[in-house]
């Protein structure tokens, strides 16, 4: 059987300690790309708000406004009537810090994922058709 002789632990000390040295910094690297992705992400074409479900009980009040004011009745995503064929409409809050909440009404759940990937679009064809409805 082999021994050890300090010189060879030490090799080995050094070598683990340069192993998790290197997996540290990958994982903070990694973090940080996620981070600046984010940011990226909010600070390019979407918008940094949320959509939220609307709550029939808890929004009653403040959705029956919105959905009287809403300017059009098409989802914005993919221009199909609702309440069509889709079935009714998927109501959501759009939350943005520092904003009035929004409506935003979808023809189907399908069309979350393409809002979110670039809310400020679609919110800005429902400026449009706001404007459009008010002639302003």
């Known amino acids: 059987m082999q021994s050890f002789s300090p010189m060879n632990i030490r090799s080995l000390v050094s070598l683990f300690t340069l192993v998790a ?3 540290t910094a990958s994982a903070a690297n990694a973090a940080d790309e996620h981070k600046h992705d984010s940011a ?3 600070s390019g074409k979407a918008a940094i708000g949320k959509l939220v479900k609307v709550d029939a009980k808890t929004d009653a009040t ?4 919105a959905k009287a004011a809403y300017p059009t009745d098409v989802c914005v995503v993919s221009n199909d009537k609702l309440g069509g064929d889709m079935g009714l409409p998927q109501d959501y809050i759009y939350r943005e810090a520092n904003k009035p909440d929004r409506l935003v009404r979808f023809c ?12 400020a679009k679609y919110l800005g064809m429902i400026d449009a058709a706001a404007a459009k409805k008010t002639g302003k």
Do not use: I
């Open 21 to 23: 040295g290197l997996a």
């Open 40 to 42: 990226t992400e909010h």
């Open 62 to 65: 403040w959705f029956a406004k």
């Open 108 to 119: 189907c759940n399908d069309c979350l994922k393409d809002f979110n990937a670039d809310a």
